[in-house]
C-alpha cells in the first residue's frame, strides 16, 4: 500500500534518495517528510483542535501510566473494565473481521495498534508528533511493526477502499468535526469492511450535566447515542453491535 497525498488525493510514490526519505506529491509538489518513523503530512499547518492534540503533545509520556489512561478508562466505565481488558476486546472484534489491513485513527501512542498489529498489518495516524514519537519508541522496543504517519483525521493519507477495518479508539469525541472524521473513515475502508469505535456517551458518569460541562472545557464532547448513528449513516456506516459500560461505548459498524 501506497500513501496518498491528503490535498489532492495522488498516490505518492517513495522518492528515495534524493529527497531523503520524504514522500512528494507528483500532482501537487508538496514534500512530506520521514519524521524518524513517522511520515509527516501536516508539518506546520496545526489541526482545528490544536489545543487537545498540544495536550496530548504534553502527556504523552505518562499516557500509558496509571496517572492517565487507566484513570480515564475508570471515569468512563465506572471501574468496571481495565485498559487491557478494553484493548483485548477491541483486538478481538477486529480479529473477527479476519482483516489483513487496519487503520487506527488518533493511534496515539499505539497502545491499540501494537496489539493489533499481531494479526494485521497497521496503519496508525495520529495528529500530535509527540503520541507519535512515544509511539515509535513503544513499537520498536516491542519489536512490533506499524506503518505510522502524522496526519488530521478530518484528511486521511490514504487512497480509497484501502483498509478491511477502521478502528478508532477514545478519540471521536475530541476531535473538531467527528462528521469529516467518520467521512474519511467511510472512504479508506472497503464496502463491506468494518469500523471499530471507542466512545463517551451521555450515560453513566457523563449522564452528569456537570461532568458534560467539565468534559468540553477539555475540548470533548460527549454524545447521545441517537447523534452516534446520525454520525456513522452519514458516513455510509450501519452500527451492528453495541457494548456499553457506564459511559464508554464500543461499537462495531459495517460500511454499505
Ligand atoms: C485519548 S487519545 C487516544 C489514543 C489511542 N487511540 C488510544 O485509545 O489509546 C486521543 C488521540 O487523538 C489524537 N487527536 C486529537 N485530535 C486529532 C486530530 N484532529 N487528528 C488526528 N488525531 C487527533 C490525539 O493526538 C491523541 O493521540
Ligand atoms: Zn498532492
Known amino acids: ?64 501510566t496509571p496517572l492517565w489512561y487507566p484513570l480515564g478508562m475508570r471515569l468512563a466505565t465506572g471501574g468496571r473494565s481495565s485498559a487491557g481488558e478494553l484493548v483485548e476486546r477491541v483486538a478481538n472484534r477486529v480479529a473477527d473481521e479476519d482483516a489483513d489491513t487496519v487503520v487506527d485513527i488518533a493511534t496515539g501512542t499505539g497502545l491499540f495498534a501494537r496489539r493489533l498489529a499481531r494479526d494485521a498489518t497497521v496503519y496508525g495516524v495520529d495528529a500530535s508528533a509527540e503520541m507519535l514519537r512515544r509511539c515509535v519508541r513503544n513499537a520498536r522496543r516491542e519489536g512490533v511493526r506499524l506503518e505510522l504517519a502524522r496526519a488530521d483525521a478530518g484528511a486521511l ?57 467539565t468534559a468540553r472545557l477539555y475540548g470533548m464532547r460527549v454524545f447521545s447515542e441517537e447523534e452516534v448513528d446520525a ?22 459498524a459495517r460500511r454499505r
Request: charged share 25%; aromatic share 10%.
Open 1 to 64: 500500500m501506497t500513501y496518498a497525498c491528503p490535498y489532492c488525493g495522488t498516490a505518492l510514490g517513495n522518492h528515495g534518495e534524493d529527497n531523503g526519505d520524504a514522500l512528494v506529491c507528483p500532482s501537487c509538489d508538496r514534500v512530506y517528510t520521514d519524521r524518524g518513523g513517522f511520515y509527516d503530512f501536516l508539518g506546520d499547518d496545526a489541526p482545528q483542535n490544536r489545543g487537545v492534540v498540544s495536550l496530548f503533545d504534553a502527556v504523552s509520556r505518562i499516557y500509558e
Open 157 to 213: 493519507p490514504y487512497a480509497d477502499d484501502t483498509f478491511d477495518v477502521a478502528a478508532c479508539t477514545g478519540a471521536l469525541h475530541l476531535l473538531p468535526d467527528p462528521s469529516e472524521a467518520l467521512n474519511e473513515a467511510g472512504r479508506v475502508v472497503r464496502p463491506d469492511g468494518a469500523l471499530v469505535v471507542t466512545t463517551v456517551v451521555d450515560e453513566g458518569f457523563f449522564g452528569s450535566r456537570t461532568a458534560r460541562r
Open 231 to 252: 454520525l456513522l449513516g452519514s458516513a455510509g456506516f450501519e452500527r451492528i453491535e453495541t457494548e456499553r459500560e457506564s459511559s464508554l461505548v464500543t461499537l462495531v
